[in-house]
Structure formats: structure tokens, C-alpha cells
């Protein structure tokens, strides 16, 4: 007999051969892929998300309007503007952003972006308190903390199955009121339950990792950011260089060392960085703020404001384009725009 989430991924291969509904789903995933991951963060995915990604490593559901766009190729547009389940690389790339914004070292992220809705959030799994029973789902929502990411779904069976019943368009707001994602935290088994890792600890910690795998390219990056945050930028540098040269797909990766070049007043490095952080990952408001940070400080207004317009245009209540922006304006000395902006990030403070 099969499982319900069995049942459902056979009602999905139905749908696509059917032709009934707009569907790209990729070939199965690498399951040896899904264990390192799981391994080398000390998480584990939910069974039934593991039983999808052996059936396919990520792909969507598209309504009229996104199909043309799959029938002439254009995956990646059509990909950012649907309700899209990740693969195991993009769950990776996803869980290094996430945990940078949500944790001050990876092992202690108990947030696993699973799914990316048509406006840019995730949708996560969290570790439940008892480590065995499946995680809910929850939304993560930009700039939002984990305290007010709602329940969507109380498993990913059941949020998979509305994502058939509705054609790939499922509610994606989650209810605070029936549970939140931090509510639901277990520390993954890296992480230490009383404490936050200080830089020495995270140095020691990624030191052992590369000695076992020298190739472990987050190892360098996060080795890198201790060292950073102790002051010791050309050690910093070194690594964010290795970590990149392993791998030059991770756009964190190239946001890291560009934080580190801005920081020391480099800013046409860092600007490069930034850019192609920006290509890698073009609806992500925080690179695109650094971006538009470094243009500003070379003086190219024009370029930074299509940035920060850009920011608003995904996130209206980003405070952060806000304040980048009225400090361009008063440069340029158009001080009732910045005083616009002014007043607006007045309002957004005492709205939190």
C-alpha cells in the first residue's frame, strides 16, 4: 500500500503526463547529495520532502501566464515568479542566506527554506522539539522575524497536496495564531544548546572540518566571517578567495567577501562582488542594498537608486533602501525627496 505522500507524487507524474497542467520538475535528485547536506549542517530533511526530491530535485506548477515562458525556455523567469520547490543545491544556496540573516553561525540556523513563492519568501521547515516527528511548515517572510513566521501546513504532505489541489498556487501566508516557526526550534546537533559559538570556537570548530575536508567551501566562508569579526581581514580574505574558488555559484559567498571590501574602503571591489552576488540571486534586497551602498560611495547615484527602487519594488517597508536612498538625495540635493524618505522611515520605526 502506498504512503500518502507516495499516493501524491503518483498523482503528480499523472498530472504531467497528462499534459493537464503547466509542470517542469527536474530528474530526481542525487540522494547522496541530500545526505552530505544533511550531514555536514547536522539537519535533517523531513521524510516525506526527502521521498519528492527522490521523485524530482525541485520544479513547479505555472499558470497561463508563466507557460509560454516554459515553452520558450525562459525556465529561470518563469522559475522566480512561481510558487517554486527547490532542489537540494538551491535548499543549500538558500540555507547559507537564511542563516546569515537569522543566526550568527550556520550550525545554529534551525531554518530550512524548502520552497520559494512568486514573491520572493520561502516557505521553511524547522527542527521540531523531539527531533522524530515531521516539521511543519511555515512562511518566512522578509525582514520578518522567525517569531511571526506562521503556520502554512502541518507537514509537507499536506501542504504538497494543496500545492496539487490548487495547481501550484496554495496559500503561502502562514496563521501566527496556529503556531510559530520559532516556537518549533530544535538546535541542530552542531549547535551548542547553552550558548551562542564565539569567533574563537567557530575557528577552532571550521579548523577541524578542513583538515578532514579541505574542500568544504562553507568551512572557508564561515572560518572567514570569524576571522572578520576578529579583526583579522587578511586571513578573512584568504578564505572568502578559497571558499569562492570551490565554489562560484554561491551568491552569499561573493556578498561576504564584498562586505569585507566595503569594509575596508574598497569599494570597486567590492562593487564586483555585489554584482555578481546581484546576477546569482536578483530579487535578494540585501545584496542589492550593498550594491547600491557601493555605487553610492563611487558616486554613481543614478545606478544605486535603480538598486534601491528595485528593493522597494520587492519589499515597500525596507528601511534600509530608505535610508541609502535619502542619503543619495541629499547629495544630490534634492531634499524634498529625502525628506520624504525621512518621514517614511520615521513611520517604519514606529510601526515596529
Known amino acids: ?60 506548477i505555472v499558470n497561463d501566464s508563466l507557460a509560454g515562458m516554459l515553452r520558450e525556455g525562459d525556465f529561470e523567469t518563469a ?25 550568527d553561525s550556520l550550525p545554529a540556523c534551525p531554518y530550512i527554506p524548502f520552497c520559494r513563492s512568486s514573491t520572493g519568501e520561502y516557505l521553511v521547515f524547522v527542527h521540531t522539539r523531539d527531533g522524530h516527528a515531521e516539521s511543519p511548515v511555515f512562511d518566512a517572510f522578509h525582514e520578518e522575524p522567525p517569531e511571526s513566521w506562521g503556520l502554512v501546513a502541518g507537514d509537507f504532505t ?34 551548542s544548546a547553552d550558548k551562542e559559538e564565539s569567533t574563537e570556537e567557530i575557528i577552532r570548530r571550521t579548523t577541524a572540518t578542513l583538515e578532514e575536508k579541505p574542500e568544504n567551501a562553507w568551512a572557508h566562508i564561515e572560518r572567514g566571517m570569524a576571522y572578520h569579526d576578529s579583526g583579522m581581514m587578511p586571513e578573512a580574505l584568504e578564505e572568502f578567495n578559497r571558499g569562492i574558488a570551490l565554489d562560484r555559484n ?82 544630490l540635493g534634492e531634499d524634498a525627496k529625502a525628506d520624504a524618505d ?5 513611520k517604519l520605526t514606529e510601526d515596529e
Open 1 to 60: 500500500m502506498k504512503t500518502r505522500i507516495e499516493g501524491l507524487i503518483h498523482r503528480l507524474d499523472l498530472l504531467i503526463g497528462s499534459g493537464m497542467a503547466h509542470c517542469h520538475f527536474n530528474d530526481p535528485a542525487n540522494m547522496e547529495v541530500v545526505a552530505s547536506f544533511e550531514d555536514e549542517y547536522g539537519i535533517r530533511l523531513p521524510a516525506s520532502h526527502k521521498a519528492f526530491l527522490a521523485y524530482s530535485n525541485g520544479g513547479m
Open 79 to 103: 522559475a522566480w515568479n512561481a510558487n517554486y520547490l527547490l532542489g537540494i543545491e538551491e535548499i543549500a544556496e538558500a540555507y547559507h542566506s537564511l542563516a546569515a540573516r537569522h543566526s
Open 158 to 191: 499536506g501542504f504538497f497536496e494543496c500545492y496539487l489541489d490548487k495547481a501550484g498556487y496554495p496559500e503561502m501566508m502562514g496563521d501566527e495564531s496556529k503556531g510559530a516557526a520559532a516556537a518549533y526550534v530544535r538546535a541542530p546537533v552542531a549547535a
Open 250 to 331: 554561491q551568491a552569499f559567498y561573493y556578498f561576504r567577501r564584498g562586505h569585507l571590501m566595503l569594509s575596508e574602503g574598497l569599494s570597486r571591489d567590492a562593487l564586483i562582488d555585489f554584482d555578481i552576488a546581484v546576477k546569482l540571486e536578483p530579487r535578494d534586497a540585501l545584496y542589492l542594498n550593498c550594491r547600491a551602498e557601493a555605487l553610492a560611495r563611487l558616486k554613481k547615484f543614478r545606478e544605486a537608486l535603480r538598486d534601491l527602487e528595485e528593493v522597494l519594488r520587492i519589499d515597500e517597508r525596507d528601511i534600509l533602501a530608505y535610508l541609502l536612498r535619502e542619503n543619495i538625495y541629499r547629495e
Open 342 to 346: 525621512a518621514r517614511m522611515i520615521e
